[in-house]
């Protein structure tokens, strides 16, 4: 039986959405016409095609436009790298998705710095990581980001926490970590060559899971009265953490589904608005 509270997602999200489509009705008759996001897709793996897709029909739900571009499977990091610069140079589009991960020729770094950094709306280039780590204007990466609302949305205190990320990818894990020290946490990044993980996730009080594999978090290492947020997304709507045994010990849990995914949606698409406005 769950005990900890939940960190209902699908709610918030509901919230920035509304926020988002607000703005593009106060802004749309001076602007002349809807913020674009546009999406890249690279070859044909279904998961990342489904979760375009969910974005295209985010983007319509609060009146703003998308436009797909896919690439065939067997694209060059520089085939890639120019079509990107084009969607950055072209000036009826705001924000620019590249869906990861790209097929394994593809150098995904190259690929994300073909981003204009105004236009970095899911916070992938180095521009964007920049400005999370100086607390300077930017874009946040999306899912970091919409964590970040989510943890506002329920009040739950991040100044002088003891915040544990467990992952370092560079558009999740160290962002992460960025945004939670700008709010004056102390964080540890803990990764695969970290010892003794179950002490340190223990000390937590904050924990964010975001390491791809299903239910590796126990529950017997989260700390009583501990905030979990669940970052991973595995096959079988799971998540990085056993779920059941860490709302025993939690206070707050994000659920898998429900929880991390939808604000990350929503994120993306308030920053697509944020800059629309801006570049007008």
């Not at 204007?137 to 100044?159: H, K, N």
Request: glycine share 10%.
């Amino acid at each position: 039986m769950t005990t900890a509270q939940l960190l209902d997602g699908t709610s918030i999200a509901d919230q920035i959405r509304t926020g988002a489509a607000r703005r593009i009705d106060t802004h749309s008759q001076r602007l002349g016409r809807a913020p674009c996001l546009a999406t890249v897709l690279v070859g044909d793996d279904p998961a990342s095609a489904t979760y375009v897709r969910m974005k295209q029909r985010a983007c319509e739900r609060i009146g703003m436009t998308s436009r797909a571009e896919h690439l065939p499977a067997d694209a060059s990091t520089d085939q890639v790298v120019v079509h990107v610069r084009g969607l950055s140079d072209d000036p009826g589009v705001d924000g620019i998705l590249l869906q990861h991960p790209v097929p394994s020729q593809v150098d995904e770094r190259a690929t994300f710095e073909a981003i204009a950094p105004h236009k970095d709306v899911d916070g992938v280039t180095m521009t964007s990581f920049a400005a999370m780590a100086l607390g300077v204007d930017g874009f946040d990466s999306a899912t970091p980001g919409g964590i970040m609302q989510l943890l506002d949305a329920y009040d739950l205190p991040v100044s002088g926490r003891h915040a544990v990320v467990i992952g370092r990818s560079p558009i999740l894990g160290k962002p992460m970590g960025m945004l939670l020290l700008a709010r004056h946490a102390t964080v540890t990044f803990c990764h695969s060559r970290t010892t003794d993980l179950p002490a340190h996730v223990a000390a937590a009080d904050i924990v964010v899971a975001a390491v791809g594999i299903p239910r590796f978090v126990q529950g017997e290492w989260i700390a009583p009265g501990a905030v979990v947020i669940d970052a991973g997304y595995n096959q079988g709507n799971v998540g990085d953490v056993d779920f059941d045994a860490a709302a025993q010990r939690a206070g707050w849990i994000t659920p898998v589904p429900g929880g991390v995914g939808p604000v990350t949606i929503a994120t993306l698409l308030a920053q697509t608005v944020e800059a629309w406005i801006a570049r007008r």
